[in-house]
């Protein structure tokens, strides 16, 4: 029998807020054990949460970019389960009204486009850590709890169960991260746990309607993981059927020093939670002024800024896709073409020379040492004839190691292009008259030999003759 896999994703991603979601502890990464708790971190006796607007602010721009709908009137409900990095013993969260409900994100997976549903969007509170190696004296005889993230604020996005491998998943949560990184609301640090992603998955024979028994992995951080650990579950549950077996709902956790699903616990129901609105905290209330303030500072998203790019740049789709992949990178770009108007060489040059530069430096865009107008400046170089594009790679590479104009590093270094026709002519005389073998060879037809005669020349000038004139050179008196 063949069955299809239904994969239903839900995101945790931490809003870019100076203070948490209930109090006014920083939310800054890094920090020592429970340097950024309080009273209210702890849930303890007495302690009373306020909720953060910035956190709603963020809320409303995430799903006015997805095409939700605002729910004018929301509410935060304590979600009730004790674990040891959760000491009050609830979450508070939202459930039967979140702020956000409906809207779509759209992907392309091998140059096909889809449209995954949303669910909701709602607000909620992240937990603490467990630590089981002491930070400062790596002691591994006990676990300690670090509340540092307890209260940090986050927005789950939960979409419906409409994707269908783990190639599409990934597609998915790259969209969502870039948008979310365009609104400025969200780092999309994966690393440090800004952007978190619980997998739904299940199987079902082919063509028919009841969808099969949910397993959900949880907290996955990473693109590659999360691909493989789909792919694993998927096949797993798939040996499982055909060898006549069943699937338990449960909650797994992916290992990926071993590439396998684990047991982690008994998948809860939403009953389990025993979820009631927080007495603590008023119905949130949003008025239609509101939504209109946070609609006016939407940004261009990354779908039409890409489409952009290839109706006005005449870009291909895939660099197209590469430069929007996010908004410094987009950036960068523009501000290169509103110097250097040639928006196929600047994308070639960020593409190629730049991004392998950033990857090799582990440096992001906002790190990089060369501004845009200074590539600009490099590439104008080039068709003003100072310098050829061999040199021109050279000089980049000295740009990005020094930060310094291109001009400066080739009157430095001496790398004007040689143009001077009458030496040109008399070097190219003394090459031919010493390569009597490849010049009959020319002359009897083979016009290949024509780049090994420009490569003696450009030997001869350490790279900086004009490869135009060489070119009209050679051809002349390589003539029979």
Same mark, same amino acid.
Request: proline share 5%.
């Given at each position: @029998?063949?069955?299809?896999?239904?994969?239903?994703?839900?995101?945790?991603?931490?809003?870019?807020?100076?203070?948490?979601?209930?109090?006014?502890?920083?939310?800054?990464?890094?920090?020592?054990?429970?340097?950024?708790?309080?009273? /209210?971190?702890?849930?303890?006796?007495?302690?009373?949460?306020?909720?953060?607007?910035?956190?709603? !602010?963020?809320?409303? &721009?995430?799903?006015?970019?997805?095409? +939700?709908?605002?729910?004018?009137?929301?509410?935060?409900?304590?979600?009730?389960?004790?674990? #040891?990095?959760?000491?009050?013993?609830?979450?508070?969260? $939202?459930?039967?009204?979140?702020? +956000?409900?409906?809207?779509?994100?759209?992907?392309?997976?091998?140059?096909?486009?889809?449209?995954?549903?949303?669910?909701?969007?709602?607000?909620?509170?992240?937990?603490?850590?467990?630590?089981?190696?002491?930070?400062?004296?790596?002691?591994?005889?006990?676990?300690?709890?670090?509340?540092?993230?307890?209260?940090?604020?986050?927005?789950?996005?939960?979409?419906?169960? !409409? %994707?269908?491998?783990?190639?599409?998943?990934?597609?998915?949560?790259?969209?969502? &991260?870039?948008?979310?990184?365009?609104? !400025?609301?969200?780092?999309?640090? @994966?690393?440090?746990?800004?952007?978190?992603?619980?997998?739904?998955?299940?199987?079902? #024979?082919?063509?028919?309607?009841?969808?099969?028994?949910?397993?959900?992995?949880?907290?996955?951080?990473?693109?590659?993981?999360?691909?493989?650990?789909?792919?694993?579950?998927?096949?797993?549950?798939?040996?499982?059927?055909?060898?006549?077996?069943?699937?338990?709902?449960?909650?797994? %956790?992916?290992?990926?020093?071993?590439?396998?699903? /684990?047991?982690?616990?008994?998948?809860?129901?939403?009953?389990?939670?025993?979820?009631?609105?927080? #007495?603590?905290?008023?119905? *949130?209330?949003?008025?239609?002024? =509101?939504?209109?303030?946070?609609? $006016?500072?939407?940004?261009?998203?990354?779908?039409?800024?890409?489409?952009?790019?290839?109706?006005?740049?005449?870009?291909?789709?895939?660099?197209?896709?590469?430069?929007?992949?996010?908004?410094?990178?987009?950036?960068?770009?523009?501000?290169?073409?509103?110097?250097?108007?040639?928006?196929?060489?600047?994308?070639? =040059?960020?593409?190629?020379?730049?991004?392998?530069?950033?990857?090799?430096?582990?440096?992001?865009?906002?790190? +990089?040492?060369?501004?845009?107008?200074?590539?600009?400046?490099?590439?104008? %170089?080039? !068709?003003?004839?100072?310098?050829?594009?061999?040199?021109?790679?050279?000089?980049?590479?000295?740009?990005?190691?020094?930060?310094?104009?291109?001009?400066?590093? /080739?009157?430095?270094?001496?790398?004007?292009?040689?143009?001077?026709?009458?030496? *040109?002519?008399?070097?190219?005389?003394?090459?031919?008259?010493?390569?009597?073998?490849?010049?009959?060879?020319?002359?009897?037809?083979?016009?290949?030999?024509?780049?090994?005669?420009?490569?003696? /020349?450009?030997?001869?000038?350490?790279?900086?003759?004009?490869?135009?004139?060489?070119?009209?050179?050679?051809?002349?008196?390589?003539?029979?």
């Amino acid at each position: @029998m063949s069955y299809e896999t239904v994969i239903g994703l839900e995101v945790h991603a931490q809003l870019l807020t100076a203070t948490k979601i209930f109090c006014a502890c920083s939310t800054r990464f890094g920090a020592a054990p429970n340097e950024n708790s309080c009273p /209210v971190c702890l849930g303890q006796p007495g302690a009373l949460p306020v909720l953060n607007k910035k956190v709603v !602010d963020y809320a409303i &721009r995430a799903g006015l970019a997805i095409g +939700c709908t605002i729910a004018k009137k929301s509410i935060f409900a304590r979600k009730n389960y004790f674990y #040891p990095d959760l000491p009050k013993g609830y979450q508070i969260s $939202q459930y039967e009204l979140p702020i +956000c409900t409906g809207g779509a994100i759209s992907i392309t997976v091998n140059g096909e486009k889809k449209t995954i549903r949303l669910t909701r969007i709602h607000m909620e509170e992240d937990a603490g850590k467990l630590l089981h190696e002491h930070p400062t004296t790596r002691s591994k005889e006990a676990s300690w709890v670090d509340l540092n993230r307890a209260g940090v604020p986050l927005i789950e996005i939960v979409s419906e169960p !409409d %994707l269908r491998s783990a190639e599409e998943a990934v597609a998915y949560l790259k969209t969502l &991260r870039s948008i979310l990184m365009y609104l !400025d609301i969200c780092d999309g640090n @994966m690393e440090e746990g800004s952007l978190r992603c619980d997998a739904n998955i299940s199987l079902k #024979p082919s063509g028919a309607e009841k969808l099969g028994t949910k397993v959900e992995i949880k907290n996955m951080n990473s693109f590659r993981h999360i691909e493989k650990a789909i792919a694993y579950e998927v096949q797993r549950q798939e040996e499982a059927l055909q060898e006549g077996g069943k699937i338990v709902q449960e909650t797994r %956790l992916w290992n990926p020093e071993k590439e396998v699903t /684990v047991p982690m616990r008994s998948k809860e129901e939403a009953h389990d939670y025993r979820y009631f609105p927080d #007495p603590d905290l008023l119905p *949130l209330l949003i008025e239609d002024s =509101w939504v209109t303030a946070m609609h $006016q500072h939407l940004p261009e998203l990354p779908t039409a800024k890409r489409d952009r790019f290839i109706s006005e740049h005449q870009l291909s789709p895939v660099d197209a896709e590469t430069l929007t992949s996010s908004r410094d990178l987009a950036n960068y770009y523009e501000a290169c073409v509103k110097v250097y108007p040639d928006a196929k060489k600047v994308s070639n =040059w960020i593409l190629t020379e730049l991004l392998r530069e950033l990857n090799n430096s582990g440096r992001s865009i906002k790190q +990089c040492p060369i501004k845009p107008e200074r590539l600009a400046g490099l590439l104008q %170089l080039i !068709d003003q004839g100072t310098i050829s594009g061999k040199i021109a790679k050279t000089v980049f590479l000295e740009m990005y190691k020094t930060g310094e104009p291109a001009d400066k590093i /080739v009157s430095r270094q001496g790398l004007t292009q040689v143009s001077d026709t009458g030496a *040109l002519e008399k070097m190219i005389e003394t090459i031919i008259a010493a390569n009597p073998k490849e010049t009959e060879r020319y002359r009897a037809g083979n016009e290949k030999l024509i780049a090994f005669f420009v490569g003696q /020349v450009m030997k001869e000038t350490q790279g900086k003759a004009n490869p135009q004139l060489i070119n009209e050179i050679l051809r002349k008196k390589l003539k029979p």
